[in-house]
């Protein structure tokens, strides 16, 4: 992800590998102690001030949503100079106000002292590396292994965060595929000063339960908050002259957005949808945007040949997330010239901000994990980390929602920003304080759409493949439509329970990976190839190769996604190159 790269210390080495992404603006800031170099996309720019002053210096990537709201609070036209004057109101976690995907930092020379932060949600990722002195920052792991390599300092495997991998798909907490980097949290910043570096929390879920509204009283709210957040994301590609665009599939999240979207007469809107051909994402998404009256494109993802693109996914990702659950987004958003076009419009996380992660009555911290085979290897840290959290429903979505769905803006984030209304912070602690009974099943969700938008009830949702108004019915602990029951008798008769293993699924992975020689010969022979690679730890080795071989096709492009970060960052391997 584009951003920017930091270090800290005592004449700087400066010694990082230079971008080769001709699309990226690129330029640099220095003094005596520091070198901070942007390697930004050219959009926003007003949005991401990267300026010296006398006491200050400034760097901002991303989109700030409210910018307007904080000029027009503090009483400037002048981004940089609201920055320093929300620093010297409110303190060092003054970015706090910002709304939207930012990330930054900021240098207040007078004291000596650098603040470094990402946002809420932490979508706009920051990793960093301390040593002796040094502290480097950046927005991509790859800027930090290119300035170790340049400078021969000595990097590791974290084998627990190969396990992370293994088993959730992503990474847990601070965790990174190397000892020597980790993440800054969401909702978390840094601040550095006489060479001690500090970690502190400015935004913290909060789902303690406010029984002090009635139904009606949070559905009102939702709505209000939901409109604000909506408006507020249309309004910052007005701002800078951009044609909107915007995700739908068969999902509630998406149609929402758009449905609020076009409501508040934002009509201009390029809509897309990828997934398997004439799979009800394809037909519940075309249907709605012609409804609307949008453009609408579609891009199928039949037999699974976008997958091939496992290099290019890895060398966006580092490896800390599966590469499968970011190729088909890779492989539609490079297909577009996106010039013209300003924030990509999601519906990321509504379905577990308004509805929830507790699906279940037993508690299972493993269930949002890809993979159960290796549990046993990520057990401790599991436990160790629930436990840091009031309960398990903040540690899953914190875990899977932040660590694990968001990172699937990364390959969008190659050339625009994306934001998701779910995730405006005021909506996002409202609807994390309705009560969890009125969460569960999508009950006050439901009720949501059919008191101020029952149009959009008409269509059916792709999860229960029916209307949101169909008479269901609980079956071991799923909600279920009745009328899809005589189908489901006869899928389990079939033991075609996993709708993977039928082209009936959005991407079904285990379908295509049995119907498509292309698809299964490519990643059998990148695992034969890259297998032989990795010699480091015999008995993560043969882990792996009893995942790979034993696994569904989601655990094979765990496995892939591996070997593939192994090669490219601990073998220093280029791509297409044999050892």
Same mark, same amino acid.
């Given at each position: 992800?584009?951003?920017? *790269?930091?270090?800290?210390?005592?004449?700087?080495?400066?010694?990082?590998?230079?971008?080769?992404?001709?699309?990226?603006?690129?330029?640099?800031?220095?003094?005596?102690?520091?070198?901070?170099?942007?390697?930004?996309?050219? %959009?926003?720019?007003?949005?991401?001030?990267?300026?010296?002053?006398?006491?200050?210096?400034?760097?901002?990537?991303?989109?700030?949503?409210?910018?307007?709201?904080?000029?027009?609070?503090?009483?400037?036209?002048? &981004?940089?100079?609201?920055?320093?004057?929300?620093?010297?109101?409110?303190?060092?976690?003054?970015?706090?106000?910002?709304?939207?995907?930012?990330?930054?930092?900021?240098?207040?020379?007078?004291?000596?002292?650098?603040?470094?932060?990402? @946002?809420?949600?932490?979508?706009?990722?920051?990793?960093?590396?301390?040593?002796?002195?040094?502290?480097?920052?950046?927005?991509?792991?790859?800027?930090?292994?290119?300035?170790?390599?340049?400078?021969?300092? @000595?990097?590791?495997?974290?084998?627990?965060?190969?396990?992370?991998?293994?088993? &959730?798909?992503?990474?847990?907490?601070?965790?990174?595929?190397?000892?020597?980097?980790?993440?800054?949290?969401?909702?978390?910043?840094?601040?550095?000063?006489?060479?001690?570096?500090?970690?502190?929390?400015?935004?913290?879920?909060?789902?303690?339960?406010?029984?002090?509204?009635?139904?009606?009283?949070?559905?009102?709210?939702?709505?209000?908050?939901?409109?604000?957040? *909506?408006?507020?994301?249309?309004?910052?590609?007005?701002?800078?002259?951009?044609?909107?665009?915007?995700?739908?599939?068969?999902?509630?999240?998406?149609?929402?957005?758009?449905?609020?979207?076009?409501?508040?007469?934002?009509?201009?809107?390029?809509?897309?949808?990828?997934?398997?051909?004439?799979?009800?994402?394809?037909?519940?998404?075309?249907?709605?945007?012609?409804?609307?009256?949008?453009?609408?494109?579609?891009?199928?993802?039949?037999?699974?040949?976008?997958?091939?693109?496992?290099?290019?996914?890895?060398?966006?990702?580092?490896?800390?997330?599966?590469?499968?659950?970011?190729?088909? *987004?890779?492989?539609? *958003?490079?297909?577009?010239?996106?010039?013209?076009?300003?924030?990509?419009?999601?519906?990321?996380?509504?379905?577990?901000?308004?509805?929830?992660?507790?699906?279940?009555?037993?508690?299972?911290?493993?269930?949002?994990?890809?993979?159960?085979?290796?549990?046993?290897?990520?057990?401790?840290?599991?436990?160790?980390?629930?436990?840091?959290?009031?309960?398990?429903?903040?540690?899953?979505?914190?875990?899977?929602?932040?660590?694990?769905?968001?990172?699937?803006?990364?390959?969008?984030?190659?050339?625009?920003?994306?934001?998701?209304?779910?995730?405006?912070?005021?909506?996002?602690?409202?609807?994390?304080?309705?009560?969890?009974?009125?969460?569960?099943?999508?009950?006050?969700?439901?009720?949501?759409?059919?008191?101020?938008?029952?149009?959009?009830?008409?269509?059916?949702?792709?999860?229960?493949?029916? %209307?949101?108004?169909?008479?269901?019915?609980?079956?071991?602990?799923?909600?279920?439509?009745?009328?899809?029951?005589?189908?489901?008798?006869?899928?389990?008769?079939?033991?075609?329970?996993?709708?993977?293993?039928?082209?009936?699924?959005?991407?079904?992975?285990?379908?295509?990976?049995?119907?498509?020689?292309?698809?299964?010969?490519?990643?059998?022979?990148?695992?034969?190839?890259?297998?032989?690679?990795?010699?480091?730890?015999?008995?993560?080795?043969?882990?792996?190769?009893?995942?790979?071989?034993?696994?569904?096709?989601?655990?094979?492009?765990?496995?892939?996604?591996?070997?593939?970060?192994?090669?490219?960052?601990?073998?220093?391997?280029?791509?297409?190159?044999?050892?």
């Amino acid at each position: 992800m584009p951003g920017f *790269v930091l270090e800290i210390g005592s004449e700087p080495l400066k010694n990082f590998s230079e971008e080769k992404r001709k699309h990226l603006l690129v330029e640099s800031i220095e003094g005596k102690n520091y070198y901070v170099q942007r390697r930004t996309i050219r %959009k926003f720019l007003g949005d991401k001030p990267f300026v010296k002053t006398e006491d200050f210096v400034i760097v901002i990537d991303g989109v700030v949503l409210n910018k307007n709201e904080l000029l027009s609070k503090y009483v400037s036209e002048d &981004f940089a100079r609201v920055i320093i004057d929300m620093y010297k109101q409110n303190g060092e976690n003054f970015f706090k106000e910002f709304k939207g995907s930012f990330s930054g930092a900021l240098y207040d020379m007078r004291n000596d002292k650098w603040i470094i932060w990402t @946002n809420h949600y932490g979508d706009k990722q920051v990793f960093y590396y301390k040593n002796k002195g040094r502290l480097l920052v950046a927005s991509e792991i790859n800027f930090i292994v290119d300035y170790l390599r340049n400078n021969k300092l @000595n990097y590791s495997l974290n084998k627990l965060g190969a396990y992370c991998l293994l088993t &959730f798909g992503y990474m847990l907490e601070d965790n990174t595929l190397f000892n020597e980097i980790r993440k800054l949290k969401a909702g978390h910043y840094m601040v550095y000063k006489d060479g001690n570096l500090e970690i502190k929390q400015y935004y913290k879920l909060d789902n303690t339960p406010d029984k002090s509204l009635t139904e009606d009283e949070i559905i009102d709210g939702i709505e209000k908050l939901f409109r604000n957040a *909506v408006k507020l994301e249309y309004e910052k590609d007005r701002e800078y002259g951009y044609r909107h665009i915007a995700s739908l599939s068969g999902g509630l999240d998406s149609r929402m957005s758009l449905y609020i979207a076009h409501e508040l007469g934002f009509k201009d809107i390029l809509i897309y949808c990828f997934s398997q051909s004439n799979y009800l994402d394809e037909q519940i998404s075309k249907r709605i945007a012609s409804d609307l009256g949008y453009e609408y494109i579609f891009k199928a993802l039949d037999n699974g040949i976008y997958l091939k693109n496992l290099e290019e996914v890895v060398a966006i990702n580092f490896g800390n997330c599966i590469y499968s659950g970011h190729s088909h *987004v890779k492989n539609f *958003v490079d297909l577009l010239n996106w010039d013209r076009f300003g924030i990509l419009h999601t519906g990321q996380l509504g379905d577990v901000v308004v509805g929830t992660y507790l699906t279940k009555k037993k508690s299972d911290p493993f269930s949002i994990a890809y993979s159960k085979k290796l549990i046993g290897k990520v057990e401790s840290l599991v436990v160790g980390t629930v436990n840091e959290y009031e309960n398990e429903e903040l540690f899953k979505f914190c875990t899977r929602g932040f660590n694990g769905i968001l990172q699937g803006n990364l390959p969008a984030q190659e050339y625009t920003e994306v934001a998701s209304p779910f995730l405006d912070h005021e909506f996002l602690s409202f609807a994390m304080k309705i009560p969890i009974e009125l969460r569960k099943d999508h009950y006050i969700y439901f009720k949501w759409i059919l008191k101020n938008r029952r149009e959009a009830a008409k269509y059916k949702w792709e999860k229960i493949k029916a %209307k949101i108004t169909t008479p269901k019915i609980k079956l071991f602990g799923r909600i279920v439509p009745v009328n899809r029951l005589p189908n489901l008798v006869i899928r389990v008769l079939l033991n075609r329970r996993h709708s993977m293993k039928t082209k009936f699924h959005m991407n079904p992975l285990d379908y295509w990976y049995e119907t498509s020689h292309e698809l299964r010969n490519f990643l059998d022979e990148h695992f034969k190839r890259l297998i032989n690679y990795f010699e480091e730890d015999k008995e993560l080795r043969q882990d792996l190769i009893n995942l790979y071989t034993n696994g569904d096709t989601v655990e094979k492009t765990q496995t892939l996604t591996f070997l593939e970060a192994y090669r490219r960052y601990f073998l220093g391997i280029e791509d297409g190159d044999e050892l």
